[in-house]
């Protein structure tokens, strides 16, 4: 329920399921009582057109790597609340955002040109770059280490009195990681204003979060790091974005960081070299994509008025350009030379990596 004063959700009066874990939205697209004010009739527009474009790139780039003319691409079918969700609370113009490897549709919220999104997977390094005016850091295939990066952005912030908050992705894995314990204990002691976003989408690759940890609820964790940790149902955007606008606040404030573990379900495969048919259960996929996140928010949005089948033709239709024209660009961009690499991975190169540079571009080598 929004607090008079600030319009802000109320953490301690936000509904809570039997396992402590906050849903607002259920699976028939009903909202509770007192929180359809929460978002706009814009906003949950923007959310909807941003999660069907999600699935529509999911679908894209799979098509494109299986035909040769995409590296390996992981989807986000199933997280789109949780990604959406936690975005919307952000100010592109303000906040910074550190995502993991599959927050597609978050990134295009907070800036990143669709051409240049899809340019990444088809290896055009130099394209691909993110715009400097975008507070937005590179994806990153390494589990975890952009969980220390992002308390050093906050940290940052904080040092040099610039208002914003940093938001970082990561998954159920990423968190058995040193570098989990270590963001953590650091961003608890610096104070910093931070959200770790730990999106429980069940699986690290074939293992299930059971064997990653001995904990059932991984929100807890915060408590070992001096700051709030709580969990939310992932498949509701209006549960997500509540907690995370008040993550957001409190950080503004100076209140520090936060825990947020949003329970959801990777529904499709963890990239496209992965077959999970291998290693889980059809039943549970079928109970998964009984709760899709997409049906649940365009059920209430129908209901309110504020989406409805002539507006989805339309915005689908509006995907389908976007995302062709945008594939059009990117196929134009020429393809990066011999070294192109080194331009992108720091501001200045040591001896060692300048004679790699040399080395690969041909050039003579005079040690
Ligand atoms: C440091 C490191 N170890 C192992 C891997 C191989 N790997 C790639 S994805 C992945 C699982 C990640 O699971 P999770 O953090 O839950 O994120 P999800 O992929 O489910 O979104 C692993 C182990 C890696 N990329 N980096």
């Not at 550190?98 to 055009?124: F, N, T």
């Given at each position: 329920?929004?607090?008079?004063?600030?319009?802000?959700?109320?953490?301690?009066?936000?509904?809570?399921?039997?396992t402590n874990?906050?849903?607002?939205?259920?699976?028939?697209?009903?909202?509770?009582?007192?929180?359809?004010?929460?978002?706009?009739?814009?906003?949950?527009?923007?959310?909807?057109?941003?999660?069907?474009?999600?699935?529509?790139?999911?679908?894209?780039?799979?098509?494109?790597?299986?035909?040769?003319?995409?590296?390996?691409?992981?989807?986000?079918?199933?997280?789109?609340?949780?990604?959406?969700?936690?975005?919307?609370?952000?100010?592109?113009?303000?906040?910074?955002?550190?995502?993991?490897?599959?927050?597609?549709?978050?990134?295009?919220?907070?800036?990143?040109?669709?051409?240049?999104?899809?340019?990444?997977?088809?290896?055009?390094?130099?394209?691909?770059?993110?715009?400097?005016?975008?507070?937005?850091?590179?994806?990153?295939?390494?589990?975890?280490?952009?969980?220390?990066?992002?308390?050093?952005?906050?940290?940052?912030?904080?040092?040099?009195?610039?208002?914003?908050?940093?938001?970082?992705?990561?998954?159920d894995?990423?968190s058995s990681?040193?570098?989990f314990h270590?963001?953590m204990?650091?961003?608890?002691?610096?104070?910093?204003?931070?959200?770790?976003?730990l999106?429980n989408?069940?699986?690290?690759?074939?293992?299930p979060v059971a064997k990653q940890a001995a904990v059932t609820n991984l929100a807890v964790r915060a408590a070992g790091?001096?700051?709030?940790g709580f969990t939310?149902?992932?498949?509701?955007?209006?549960?997500?974005?509540?907690?995370?606008?008040?993550?957001?606040?409190?950080?503004?404030?100076?209140?520090?960081?936060?825990l947020?573990e949003?329970r959801?379900?990777?529904?499709?495969?963890?990239?496209?070299?992965?077959?999970?048919?291998?290693?889980?259960?059809?039943?549970?996929?079928?109970?998964?994509?009984?709760?899709?996140?997409?049906?649940?928010?365009?059920?209430?949005?129908?209901?309110?008025?504020?989406?409805?089948?002539?507006?989805?033709?339309?915005?689908?239709?509006?995907?389908?350009?976007?995302?062709?024209?945008?594939?059009?660009?990117?196929?134009?961009?020429?393809?990066?030379?011999?070294?192109?690499?080194?331009?992108?991975?720091?501001?200045?190169?040591?001896?060692?990596?300048?004679?790699?540079?040399?080395?690969?571009?041909?050039?003579?080598?005079?040690?």
């Amino acid at each position: 329920m929004p607090a008079a004063d600030t319009g802000l959700a109320d953490l301690d009066r936000l509904p809570k399921t039997e396992t402590n874990v906050i849903s607002l939205l259920d699976d028939r697209g009903s909202l509770a009582d007192g929180f359809a004010e929460l978002l706009t009739p814009d906003q949950i527009g923007q959310a909807m057109r941003l999660m069907l474009l999600s699935r529509a790139i999911d679908d894209r780039v799979t098509k494109l790597q299986r035909l040769g003319r995409a590296g390996t691409y992981s989807p986000v079918h199933g997280q789109e609340a949780t990604v959406v969700g936690s975005a919307l609370a952000l100010d592109p113009a303000r906040d910074w955002m550190v995502p993991a490897s599959r927050e597609q549709p978050a990134m295009i919220r907070h800036g990143l040109p669709l051409d240049r999104l899809l340019a990444g997977y088809m290896g055009k390094i130099n394209f691909s770059r993110i715009p400097d005016n975008v507070r937005l850091l590179p994806r990153n295939q390494s589990i975890a280490s952009q969980l220390p990066h992002a308390v050093g952005l906050a940290w940052a912030l904080k040092l040099r009195h610039v208002a914003g908050v940093v938001l970082v992705y990561f998954g159920d894995g990423a968190s058995s990681e040193g570098d989990f314990h270590e963001a953590m204990n650091l961003a608890g002691v610096q104070s910093v204003p931070l959200i770790f976003v730990l999106i429980n989408n069940q699986f690290a690759i074939s293992t299930p979060v059971a064997k990653q940890a001995a904990v059932t609820n991984l929100a807890v964790r915060a408590a070992g790091y001096g700051f709030p940790g709580f969990t939310v149902d992932g498949n509701d955007l209006f549960a997500v974005y509540a907690a995370t606008q008040w993550a957001v606040m409190r950080a503004l404030a100076g209140g520090g960081p936060t825990l947020i573990e949003a329970r959801t379900y990777r529904v499709g495969f963890h990239n496209t070299s992965d077959n999970p048919k291998d290693y889980r259960d059809e039943v549970e996929v079928t109970a998964a994509v009984a709760r899709d996140p997409i049906e649940r928010l365009r059920k209430y949005a129908t209901g309110v008025g504020a989406w409805s089948t002539d507006i989805e033709i339309r915005t689908m239709k509006g995907i389908a350009s976007e995302l062709e024209s945008a594939y059009l660009r990117a196929v134009a961009v020429p393809r990066p030379g011999p070294g192109d690499i080194f331009e992108h991975t720091a501001a200045s190169l040591s001896t060692r990596v300048r004679r790699q540079r040399r080395q690969v571009k041909g050039e003579e080598d005079n040690g």
